[in-house]
């Protein structure tokens, strides 16, 4: 009788003790289960395509007791995952069943087993505010740089004439007396654009003109006297008229009308056709020492060249008001003005 009480107690213990094991590995089975969709036991076969669609090809059937994760339902619909998937991504699906028929075939068996409370997905945390920094540079504040300086300073070697465009036979623009110090950039052909040295935008528009680099060379290798800097202001136009200096200090401005050469007689001298921007004639030495700076502005190498002079209100092409012709020195050779002004009528 002992013994066989024994044998009962021995059995209810290895079933105590089985029933722990069992128990243990269910646990251990679910917390290995991914907390989304719903795993279910498949009791017969269920075909499992390529494409949610009945024509799609077949990739595999599922087997009865299967397990299976299905999620991602759409219009009858769902894709089927390993049962241990833990990424919830479609494109790491098996494929696609018919809901329907999943339940049809599981009517019996294919039972959907509740998700552990542990499983559950955990709420998405909150993003963290980014940094005050972080954030200024993603709304765009930031704080402008100062233009930078562009091109060089460079400082005339002598007397030169500033043009309107790359070439000596355009428009006389300024003269810039030596020692002037300018910014220079877009160097081409020979040619500077000449800027205000204090000019900070790189923009041709903004330039005074140009000027040829051979005169115009960098600060530490000039050698003559510097001037003293009359700073204009940045982006100023150049006025589209040659000036000059008297001995008293006053501008003399003058446009120029015409260059002209005699083809038909080479020795002839060129004529060049100004007009002055003067209220009323100037004093016979204030015009020599004019006509003497223009034509120093506006001569090109070994040229024999006859200054004409008219005021306001002259004919373009009427007689001159004074003439001028030099010497290759600079010397006069002739020199002439009229008493009387002709002058159009206003």
């Known amino acids: 009788m002992r013994s066989l009480i024994a044998c009962i107690v021995a059995a209810l213990l290895a079933l105590v003790c089985a029933a722990t094991a069992l128990s243990k590995e269910t646990a251990k089975e679910l917390a290995r289960q991914p907390g989304w ?70 009517s019996p068996g294919a039972k959907p087993e509740a998700l552990p409370r542990s499983e559950k997905p955990a709420k998405p945390e909150k993003p963290a505010k980014p940094p005050a920094a972080d954030q200024a540079k993603k709304t765009g504040a930031k704080k402008q740089a100062p233009p930078q300086p562009f091109g060089e300073i460079r400082v005339a070697d002598r007397k030169m004439a500033v043009r309107a465009g790359r070439d000596k036979d355009t428009e006389f623009k300024r003269l810039l007396p030596a020692g002037k110090r300018v910014r220079v950039d877009f160097l081409e052909d020979g040619w500077f654009a000449v800027f205000d040295p204090e000019e900070k935008v790189r923009d041709l528009s903004r330039a005074w003109g140009y000027g040829r680099d051979k005169f115009l060379v960098p ?22 008229k040659g000036a000059q200096k008297q001995k008293n200090g006053d501008a003399v401005a003058y446009a120029v009308l015409s260059r002209q050469a005699d083809l038909l007689r080479p020795l002839a001298p060129v004529v060049l056709r100004v007009r002055l921007d003067m209220p009323a004639p100037p ?30 209100g002259m004919e373009k092409d009427g007689l001159a008001f004074a003439v001028a012709r030099f010497h290759d020195d600079g010397r006069l050779k002739e020199f002439w003005w009229r008493e009387v002004v002709l002058r159009t009528k206003r």
């Open 219 to 240: 600060e530490k290798d000039y050698a003559g006297q510097p001037l003293p800097e009359a700073t204009e202001p940045a982006g100023k136009e150049a006025p589209a």
């Open 37 to 106: 969709g719903r795993v279910y036991t498949v009791s017969g076969k269920v075909a499992v395509r390529e494409n949610p669609a009945l024509d799609a090809l077949t990739v595999r059937v599922l087997k009865s007791g299967q397990k299976v994760r299905v999620d991602f339902v759409d219009d009858g619909w769902a894709a089927v995952f390993d049962p241990a998937e833990m990424v919830r991504a479609e494109t790491r699906a098996q494929g696609y069943v018919r809901l329907a028929e999943l339940h049809a075939e599981a």
């Open 283 to 312: 004093a016979p030495e204030a015009l020599r020492k004019i006509v003497r700076e223009i034509w120093k502005a506006e001569r090109r190498k070994n040229e024999d060249l006859q200054v004409e002079v008219l005021l306001p």
